[in-house]
């Protein structure tokens, strides 16, 4: 019998395999130009504003805001529908996609513009994917 | 590009459209193209030039036996056939063929003799999209909808209203796949595909295809077609992730591309008789109003939802074969908007705008990845 086909998975390459490395140790690294400081996602080794190859890695604070999303109502292998596919706007201007979750997947719950916080999901021994959950919950703050 | 200096002489669709499980990919252009050479009487030895996408221009050229000196095999999505007039117009004004031929067709729903359209997982999109569960177009190329409509105050009714005005005129096209009437809360009340996107506010999935033959202005009275000039046209991409927008309320692409058309064709906006704006998605033509500049910011929702865009009254007749929302759409759906522009100006098609004299066709590749627009008039300069 064949496996059920399962939810998508990355492959890393040379140029992005630093931040499935970190997703791997908790930490959301986005890169940042030695020359001009822009802020850039995603990876490669070099500044897209500038096009200077002296980048550095750094982790993200993790943060950010849901600034727009669909829920996706069909069937999906690794996935129970409804769920969210979101674009989030990471407190270092970034933009990324990726899926909110703890909490209901209604558009009443997936407020635009509500603060998110990352979280890490282990997929496999090589992928973690980065994952947001709202920062606020029910009136009580999550501890970043 | 010089204004008029090329003209489309000959197009068509294929024979059918809808479900056709009969005939391959390969067959699809086949039977476009051939319907589109006996259109102005040519042959597949009267063509030196040959541009598609989707398959390869080396696999069409050989089917149909031609054997060109320009070859354009650009493809960028669904507005690759706008990029390939565009390329031909200046292939044929440098001297580089004579006679080009654009092919598409697609077995979008029965997937006869079809390739794969996979991510592989190392692409980028692979690596930053696909894991977090879309499935396709319904669910990439909406994503940027919700953020447009809280930005500008458009409402849920004024994006399904894209939809009905649309059925509208896919009610007087006998070859629209739905030409029954629909309501705003039938639009908002269908299936969910993924929300706010009912399943009416997502285009069809349909078989077809459509071919262009184009050649210098000055050859065009040799044909028994009424020719339709080349005015003008723009291309551009941003990038093949959605997620990536540089704003998501507006197209890049589409500004660069729209904004290069307009000044290469030196028409203005009161110019335009008739307008098509690919229209996978029910949000498509609100940001092509605006990107286009036919619209101001925030207001194209109202513009169609108060019907400016419908048949009889409106005076900005939009997407009047019904669109992919309504008439077809296989997948790369530019060269059916194509079709219809080239129909208009001809003065034959189904629900023909009176006095049409020029048309703007406006294309997007991929989801906002990629642009082409093109100016066509039946008039020369």
């Not at chain 1, 930490?27 to 002296?54: G, I």
């Not at chain 1, 558009?107 to 994952?131: G, Q, R, W």
């Not at chain 2, 006998?174 to 639009?187: F, G, I, K, M, Q």
């Not at chain 2, 706010?196 to 349909?206: D, G």
Request: hydrophobic share 40%; with cysteine; charged share 20%.
């Amino acid at each position: 019998m064949a496996q059920r086909p399962r939810r998508a998975l990355p492959r890393p390459t040379p140029e992005t395999q630093h931040f499935w490395d970190g997703t791997r140790v908790g930490e959301l690294r986005l890169q940042r130009c030695d020359a001009c400081a822009h802020v850039y996602f995603p990876p490669r080794p070099f500044c897209p504003s500038c096009a200077s190859r002296s980048v550095s890695a750094f982790p993200a604070s993790g943060r950010g805001t849901l600034h727009s999303y669909v829920i996706h109502h069909r069937p999906m292998p690794g996935f129970e529908p409804p769920y969210s596919i979101a674009i989030v706007k990471l407190e270092e201007g970034p933009q990324m996609m990726s899926n909110v979750v703890g909490c209901p997947q209604t558009p009443e719950a997936l407020e635009l513009d509500m603060p998110l916080v990352v979280e890490f999901k282990e997929m496999s021994e090589d992928i973690t994917l980065p994952l947001f959950r709202p920062a606020m919950l029910r009136g009580s703050e999550v501890a970043v | 590009m010089k204004r008029g200096a090329v003209a489309i002489v000959g197009a068509a669709e294929t024979t059918e459209l809808g479900t056709i499980p009969n005939q391959s990919q390969l067959q699809l252009h086949a039977d476009a193209a051939l319907n589109a050479l006996a259109d102005c009487g040519l042959s597949p030895s009267d063509i030196d030039g040959i541009a598609t996408a989707g398959e390869s221009p080396v696999g069409i050229a050989h089917y149909l036996g031609i054997t060109p000196t320009w070859v354009d095999g650009t493809g960028v999505g669904g507005c690759s056939f706008m990029l390939h007039v565009r390329h031909a117009t200046a292939a044929i004004e440098a001297g580089l063929c004579s006679t080009v031929l654009i092919t598409h067709g697609e077995s979008g729903r029965s997937q006869v003799g079809r390739g794969g359209f996979m991510r592989g997982g190392g692409t980028l999109m692979g690596q930053f999209e696909m894991p977090y569960g879309p499935m396709g177009p319904p669910t990439l190329f909406t994503l940027p909808a919700l953020r447009y409509l809280k930005d500008t105050g458009t409402s849920l009714e004024q994006l399904a209203s894209v939809a009905v005005i649309q059925r509208e005129w896919a009610a007087r096209n006998p070859r629209a796949s739905y030409r029954d009437p629909l309501t705003v809360e039938d639009v908002l009340g269908a299936r969910m595909i993924a929300y706010p996107f009912t399943k009416l506010m997502c285009c069809l999935v349909t078989d077809g295809g459509g071919a262009l033959v184009l050649t210098s202005a000055d050859r065009a009275g040799d044909f028994p077609t009424r020719p339709v000039y080349i005015l003008g046209g723009g291309e551009s991409v941003e990038t093949p992730m959605v997620s990536q927008m540089e704003d998501l309320t507006r197209s890049r692409a589409f500004r660069v591309s729209g904004e290069r058309a307009f000044a290469s064709s030196g028409i203005c906006h009161d110019d335009v008789d008739h307008l098509m704006i690919y229209d996978a998605f029910a949000h498509l033509p609100i940001y092509g109003l605006e990107d286009l500049g036919f619209c101001k910011r925030g207001e194209a929702g109202g513009f169609i939802a108060e019907r400016n865009t419908a048949p009889d009254t409106g005076r900005l007749p939009l997407n009047t074969n019904g669109g992919g929302l309504s008439y077809m759409h296989s997948g790369m759906y530019g060269m059916y908007a194509l079709q219809e522009s080239v129909r208009q100006l001809r003065g034959c098609a189904p629900a023909q705008v009176p006095d049409c004299k020029v048309s703007v066709c406006h294309g997007v590749g991929g989801m906002f990845a990629a642009s082409g627009t093109i100016v066509m008039s039946n008039e020369p300069s």
